[in-house]
């Protein structure tokens, strides 16, 4: 059984950096197809970014060239790495490992970016 425990976020100004972590355990983050979303209050969840077993990394449009989703092996890490943020990025953010049609989901952080 594959658990996520995600750290990272917080409170941050605009045109502010932060980074999320998502550490996997029960099994190698290579074996799935990882990514991160976000729900902002009021709002369903949505895409941010993957990566997928193979090592191709996609985005949501919203991104741009502002966030970088990357994975650490050694450390069986997940990272998304998030530049030039701004009011509209304040959600809860999410990462998950997808495998077979199942989804597993890390408990959230929360990233606010004051304007």
């Known amino acids: 059984q594959v658990q996520l425990v995600q750290s990272g976020g917080g409170l941050v100004q605009t045109g502010g950096s932060l980074r999320l972590s998502c550490a996997v355990s029960?099994?190698?983050?290579?074996?799935?197809?990882m990514g991160w979303f976000r729900q902002a209050p009021g709002k369903e969840r949505e895409f941010v970014a993957q990566?997928?077993?193979?090592?191709?990394?996609w985005y949501q449009d919203f991104v741009g060239d502002r966030f970088i989703i990357s994975g650490d092996s050694a450390r069986n890490t997940l990272y998304l790495q998030m530049n030039s943020l701004k009011p509209e990025d304040t959600a809860t953010y999410y990462c998950?490992?997808?495998?077979?049609?199942?989804?597993?989901w890390g408990q959230g952080t929360q990233v606010t970016v004051s304007s």
């Open positions: 990566l997928a077993r193979d090592g191709s990394m």
């Open positions: 998950s490992a997808n495998q077979d049609g199942v989804d597993n």
């Open positions: 029960g099994r190698r983050f290579s074996d799935y197809t």
